[in-house]
């Protein structure tokens, strides 16, 4: 396993192609810019630019383990318009919720809070 370092784990510049939408290119050519610029930014930083940090937490739980709203809802007793409302930051993810959907999500309740 690796420690921490104050070294970056290569050196070396890896080509990455992006596929987007033309609409989202000036402001993802800005952002690598920065990123050029900076050593690092933390992840909470970043989630919070689209939105809430559970929302975007929920979100990139739910796409990682390849579920659609419809599916998470049938596992956490959710609503589906509920999931979607609490992926776009318009509703709040309760206690009681985030531990429903940690359990369908396995993983921590608390990233959600």
Partial sequence: MLGRTKKRPTEELVPLH?????????????????LEQSESVPWREVAGRRG??????????RGKAALTQTRLSE???IPQRHLSEME?????IGRETARKLA???????RLLL
């Fill in 18 to 34: 992006l596929m987007v939408h033309p609409a989202h290119v000036a402001a993802i050519t800005e952002y690598a810019e920065q």
């Fill in 103 to 109: 359990a369908a999500l396995e993983l921590d309740y």
């Fill in 88 to 92: 776009r930051g318009k509703r709040p």
């Fill in 75 to 77: 596992l956490s007793g």
């Fill in 52 to 61: 809430s940090v559970p929302a975007s937490v929920l979100r990139g739980a």
